[in-house]
């Protein structure tokens, strides 16, 4: 499913590449300005390729806990559709320059972090070493972790996607992504306490 999504990417980055004039510039997603057609367009294509590369084949010639393959197939494919979003973001502006390509990114960003997520919550923990109720009761103890780490950043998605929706303020948008971003490492401290009281 990811490389059809990347290759949904690709074809959308070579239909944009013929229909625009020769001369077109591509806005850059950030304001930094304008860049070549060709590069620009290649670019999240090729970003998605590498991740591909460097996650899918090392997931296939190891075997994953179960579980585990599914969640880094989800993240394959939450990662492949950002980059599909991003490809057309940048499609679109440079095609109709009045639509807001950043809002659309950011939106696929909050999407990313909801999928992320519930793949953090397919996730199980390693064992624990040894037998016993202990071993048990460590074992239950990294399993509600992960799931509160899950929850957490699928929450935090959702309330990227709610402020975007509201909002039109750019800088607020990057502001509620960035601690977003921020939420699985803050969880997983939280988590830490917990577990230790």
Known sequence: MAAVLIAAAAAIGVWAYAILPGDA?????????VSNK??????????GAVLLILFALPARARPAAPGRSGAIGLSLVGLAALCLVAEAALSTSAIAPQVDAVRWLVLAAAVLLVLGGYAIQRLLPPPVAGQGPEAGAAFRGRLRARRLIGRATTIAGVAVAAVVSLSSDRAFWFAALIGAAATPLIASRLAARLRET
């Open 25 to 33: 510039a591509v806005p850059l997603l950030l304001a930094a300005g």
């Open 38 to 47: 060709g590069e620009a367009l290649a670019v999240a294509p090729a970003v």
